[in-house]
């Protein structure tokens, strides 16, 4: 991808909320090529919250470190990418994706794909102000009715984005129903950038399938990473062997989660960092015996100590 090396095929996609420095690392740790952060806003007014300040770019990267913005403004999104390459941004992603109504209603993620020309003026200018590789990210359009993915591409493509990322799904679907990839195959006929595969790729076998069949050049997962990062390595093995790698045993898990933990606590500080663990271990936990009760409790402990030692006791 222009001067940038990816190791791989597999790339972990930004999530809000959850693609933070802590969860990176993990995926980066599991054999990710690539993993993009939480949305960067383009609004000059909130980059000096704390909130915006730990979404970019770190030097505690394990790999690339890619930042992904979003926002409607030619301009904002050009001073936004330049604002995050300034702070050590190797890769800048924009989202033309985000289904989410309080993203759409600014005009901005997947809400864009209804005026190509706006498309075209926010990539060029973003582009053109800085010196790192641009890729974009998508939906296959706006509704059933109106899927223009083809045309966006290749309209990409003219601007100079490196790469484009195909979420299998309309904005008006959501998350709703299963992701086609009809459409992704048919933007990989249409272009000569790297055309990235999304959406319900759950498992390695599924993994392989999406390969075979859209002829992606890579495959991004989103929702299949949480509570299970090495899913990565998991898929790897499976493309190389054939084969199922074993599974994860109580002890690895363990250890993973704990991990994971104590990175969020650093990460954030205590307060923060117990609510954000909260969700992360009901994910490492959910396909766990007793693990129902567990949450309940695990959700009312307000101590980062208590955090680990309930993990401990829990995972024997």
């Given at each position: 991808?222009?001067?940038?090396t990816i190791k791989?095929?597999?790339?972990a ?5 959850i693609?933070?420095?802590p969860?990176?690392?993990l ?7 690539l ?15 704390e ?7 770190s030097?505690?990267?394990?790999g ?5 913005i979003?926002?409607?403004?030619p ?22 994706g985000?289904?989410?109504?309080k ?7 997947s809400?864009l ?5 706006l498309?075209?003026a ?8 800085v010196?790192?590789?641009?890729t ?13 993915c083809?045309?966006i591409?290749?309209?990409a ?7 484009i ?8 679907c959501?998350?709703?129903?299963s ?21 319900d790729?759950?498992?390695p076998e ?6 075979q ?7 991004m997962?989103?929702?299949a ?12 093995f ?8 074993p599974e994860k ?13 104590k990175?969020?606590?650093q990460?954030y500080?205590e307060?923060?960092?117990l609510?954000?663990?909260r ?6 936990t ?9 949450r309940?409790l ?7 100590e ?11």
């Amino acid at each position: 991808m222009a001067n940038l090396t990816i190791k791989n095929r597999l790339i972990a996609a930004p999530m809000a909320g959850i693609s933070d420095l802590p969860f990176r690392s993990l995926c980066y740790q599991f054999g990710a090529g690539l993993a993009f952060s939480e949305m960067f806003l383009a609004n000059s007014q909130i980059w000096n919250t704390e909130q915006s300040l730990q979404k970019m770019a770190s030097t505690e990267e394990l790999g690339i470190k890619a930042v992904q913005i979003v926002g409607s403004d030619p301009d904002e999104m050009a001073k936004t990418a330049v604002l995050n390459v300034n702070q050590g941004a190797q890769l800048i992603d924009i989202n033309m994706g985000c289904p989410a109504k309080k993203v759409n209603k600014k005009l901005a993620g997947s809400a864009l794909l209804q005026y190509p020309e706006l498309v075209e003026a926010i990539l060029l200018k973003v582009v053109q102000s800085v010196n790192v590789p641009v890729t974009l990210k998508i939906r296959t359009g706006w509704d059933k009715a109106h899927k223009n993915c083809i045309n966006i591409a290749q309209i990409a493509e003219k601007c100079g984005i490196k790469a484009i990322t195909i979420h299998g799904r309309t904005r008006a679907c959501l998350f709703k129903g299963s992701a086609e990839y009809d459409s992704i195959k048919a933007v990989k006929e249409h272009v000569t950038i790297p055309v990235i595969a999304n959406g319900d790729i759950t498992s390695p076998e599924k993994a392989e399938e999406v390969f075979q069949y859209t002829n992606a050049d890579a495959i991004m997962l989103g929702r299949a990473t949480q509570g299970r990062p090495w899913i990565f390595e998991d898929i790897a093995f499976y493309c190389k062997h054939g084969k199922l790698k074993p599974e994860k045993s109580i002890d690895e898990i363990k250890l993973i989660t704990i991990q994971h933990i104590k990175y969020l606590h650093q990460f954030y500080g205590e307060r923060k960092g117990l609510q954000i663990a909260r969700k992360h271990v009901f994910w490492y936990t959910k396909n766990c015996e007793n693990s129902d009760h567990f949450r309940r409790l695990f959700s009312a402990i307000d101590d980062a100590e208590q955090q680990i030692d309930a993990l401990e006791a829990f995972f024997v």
